[in-house]
């Protein structure tokens, strides 16, 4: 049993091989990437976004996302999704099969004119693109807005500017939304407010968390979340990666650092810790610097 006031099971959607890899100063080879996500395949993550499918002038780091994608071996038990960013992205994921996509716009426009040209609004376009051939190939897609508890160039972003983006979201057909803590703003009292407004204004949705621990908030972060219910996260394996579009954003939580946290609290996730520290060995192989991951480097408390 956990503990009482929190989810008994979360779903982890380990994000490295994607927003880990492209946010990396190393450059990582295809049979790098491909060597990571099999160790990741085999440790009892449920979900995995693999790879993105956007121009490669934009992130060079994703270039071979094709052929990445080709080669990994797919464990049937595992759902791997892709990031795209428009219509040509979503007609390569649903040509290639991947099992959902992943599409983004983010809570503020400054942000999202500096990544992606537009304005939050004019995304939707975008979005509406995605979702119609996503649903025409029968693959689910979620979304993603960055910058959800607070914007490198806005500053505070008030909650309900992340209701109202939301609500576009639904608009478009999306009920299972990433709120993205983009260049580590967020802290447990940004992530009550925001989910308290969205559970009030949108209880539709169904909440998945992308905390980064920029500034040593991350695993607080979750648990503010755990405490309102939330039991769906995102995590990079050693703490891989950050934001390319924001200078020192460096680090999505850990995925083993989240996954100890959870073990000790009795919450279920279905990964084998010691699986997911070697496949953060592997990691660490080939990016360039210590990965920041707690864990990776002390061992479990009780090892
Ligand atoms: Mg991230």
Redesign the pocket.
Known sequence: MSQAGYPSEVIIRE?GPR?GIQSEKAEVGVADKIRLIDALSATGLPRIEAVSFVSPKAIPQMADAREVWAEIRRNPDVFYSALVPNRKGAEIAAAVGVDGVQVFTAATDSYNLKNTGVTVEDSLTRVRDVVAVATAAGIPVEGTISTAFGCPYEGDVPPGRVVQVTRWLIDEGITTISY?D?TGMGTPRRVRDVIAALQAEAPEVTLNM?F?DTRGTGLANVLTALEMGVDYFDASVGGM?G?PYAEGATG?IATEDLVHMLDDMDISTGVDLQALIAAGRIAQSFIEGDLPGKVLKAGPRLS
Do not use: L, M, P
């Open positions: 994000v927003d993205g983009t992308h980064h990666g934001s999505n």
